[in-house]
């Protein structure tokens, strides 16, 4: 009798063990996701360019990817007139999106996507990196990051954003 108890103690013992190391396993998951998924949090919001002239909205556009599109130009509704494509020439650049494809790698840096410049009518490879409180240094190049710009936006808050 003794020693079936024994048995049995330890097998609870193990079931106890493998239980707690799935349990932990599984928050470890649940965690690295969240934080994952949560990364894209603080560069969602509307964005004030370097010059001032401009303001972004930058958005989920689906599949965990971000885009920004202008939402406000300093002196009114200007249209896309340096678009190397003809046709596109006389569309407005506010409603604009500027800013397609960007995916979160972690560490506050989106990458992968691609930025548009109406001022110029290029579109560059693009990266950015989330500096808080409230900065976005974005770097736009051709064909490395080394052969390119960077921008630096400020994150806009309160009602007038």
């Known amino acids: 009798m003794l020693m079936w108890r024994r048995k049995r103690v330890k097998t609870l013992d193990r079931s106890f063990k493998t239980g707690a190391a799935l349990c932990f396993i599984f928050t470890l998951f649940i965690v690295h996701h969240g934080l994952a998924a949560n990364g894209a949090g603080p560069i969602l919001g509307t964005w004030l ?27 009114g509704p200007k249209t896309d007139e340096k678009n190397p494509d003809a046709a596109l020439r006389n569309r407005p650049v506010l409603g604009l999106e500027i800013m397609k494809g960007f995916s979160y790698e972690g560490k506050n840096r989106w990458a992968g996507g691609r930025l548009y410049d109406p001022k110029s009518g290029n579109t560059y490879r693009g990266v950015m990196r989330f500096e808080p409180p409230n900065r976005l240094r974005l770097r736009g190049y051709v064909l490395l990051p080394l052969f390119g710009r960077t921008d630096t936006w400020t994150k806009m808050e309160g009602p007038d954003r």
């Open 49 to 75: 360019t370097r010059d001032r002239d401009a303001k972004i909205s930058i958005y989920e556009c689906g599949g965990k990817k971000y885009c920004g599109k202008i939402v406000w130009v300093k002196d």
